[in-house]
């Protein structure tokens, strides 16, 4: 297969995978394509910030600035089916009600939400939309686009970094529990740049804000678990995303 077919079929597969978008018939779902398609998850970021940026502009037209980002996020989760947000919460339900790793493994594959989980999806979900909301439209925008590129870059590295933790059963997550190259690596990086680079400033706090976050909770994933998970992945997403934000709009001028 030319290698540009093949690149072609993998993005298509990381799209159908990551999203709620189809994929062309053509492009079927071998795992084999999954396994390399690992370096695309921030263009995926790219394609969800975007929606999100553009729902939040034009609901910024229509609406205050509240409710625009409100809209942004509704956008988003309705383009990922809140893939990453279901992560957040099972793992949280997990951390905070098992103390063995064989216990936190089981409570992650309930698919009922409890207590530690809703909590950490609405405070997560509050916390982002408020710094949204704290900038102009514009910069909002463009926090978007780079915040759910780079959190998304951040796991590719957390994979990069740590063992597959579960060893048998199924799991979404397994058809990318494989080493990480530093090409993938460096493919993903590079993704990130545009956005970035547009934002200009505030890229360094969050950017920074981010990397401290990725880092102790892959620490922290290693200590109890010795190892990722596919939700603790959806975790780590939502929390380099929220470091981001958070970092960002330290160096962003406040709307009058």
């Given at each position: 297969?030319?290698a540009?077919?093949?690149?072609?079929?993998?993005l298509?597969?990381?799209?159908?995978?990551?999203?709620?978008?189809p994929?062309?018939?053509?492009?079927?779902?071998?795992?084999e394509?999954?396994?390399?398609?690992?370096?695309?998850?921030?263009?995926?970021?790219?394609?969800?910030?975007?929606t999100g940026?553009?729902?939040?502009?034009?609901?910024?037209?229509?609406?205050?600035?509240?409710?625009?980002?409100?809209?942004?996020?509704?956008a988003t989760?309705l383009?990922?089916?809140?893939?990453?947000?279901?992560?957040?919460?099972?793992?949280?339900?997990?951390?905070?009600?098992?103390?063995?790793r064989?216990?936190?493994?089981?409570i992650?594959k309930?698919?009922?939400?409890?207590?530690?989980g809703?909590?950490?999806?609405?405070?997560a979900?509050?916390?982002?939309?408020?710094?949204l909301?704290?900038?102009?439209?514009?910069?909002?925008?463009?926090?978007l686009?780079?915040g759910?590129a780079?959190?998304?870059?951040?796991?590719?590295?957390?994979?990069?970094?740590?063992?597959?933790?579960?060893?048998?059963g199924?799991?979404?997550?397994?058809p990318?529990?494989?080493?990480?190259?530093?090409?993938?690596?460096?493919?993903?990086g590079?993704?990130?740049i545009?956005p970035l680079?547009?934002?200009?400033?505030?890229?360094?706090?969050?950017a920074?804000?981010?990397?401290?976050?990725?880092?102790?909770?892959?620490?922290?994933?290693?200590?109890?678990?010795?190892?990722?998970?596919?939700?603790?992945?959806?975790?780590?997403?939502?929390?380099?995303?929220?470091?981001?934000?958070?970092?960002?709009?330290?160096?962003?001028?406040?709307?009058?």
């Amino acid at each position: 297969m030319p290698a540009a077919k093949r690149e072609l079929i993998r993005l298509f597969a990381a799209i159908q995978f990551f999203t709620c978008l189809p994929a062309p018939a053509w492009v079927g779902h071998s795992q084999e394509h999954l396994r390399g398609a690992i370096h695309y998850l921030p263009v995926i970021g790219l394609l969800v910030g975007c929606t999100g940026a553009a729902a939040l502009l034009l609901g910024s037209l229509l609406w205050p600035p509240l409710v625009a980002v409100v809209a942004s996020s509704v956008a988003t989760i309705l383009l990922t089916g809140a893939l990453h947000e279901d992560g957040l919460a099972d793992a949280m339900d997990g951390f905070g009600g098992g103390r063995t790793r064989d216990q936190v493994l089981a409570i992650m594959k309930d698919p009922r939400i409890g207590v530690f989980g809703a909590s950490a999806l609405v405070l997560a979900l509050l916390l982002k939309m408020t710094c949204l909301q704290a900038v102009v439209p514009a910069r909002a925008a463009l926090l978007l686009v780079s915040g759910h590129a780079l959190s998304r870059f951040g796991v590719v590295v957390l994979m990069a970094c740590l063992p597959y933790a579960r060893e048998t059963g199924p799991s979404r997550a397994r058809p990318f529990a494989q080493d990480v190259s530093s090409v993938s690596i460096a493919v993903a990086g590079l993704t990130c740049i545009a956005p970035l680079a547009l934002l200009g400033a505030p890229t360094l706090g969050g950017a920074a804000a981010a990397a401290m976050l990725g880092g102790i909770w892959g620490l922290y994933l290693r200590r109890r678990l010795g190892g990722y998970t596919g939700d603790s992945m959806g975790a780590g997403q939502q929390l380099m995303e929220l470091g981001f934000y958070l970092g960002a709009i330290t160096r962003l001028p406040w709307p009058s």
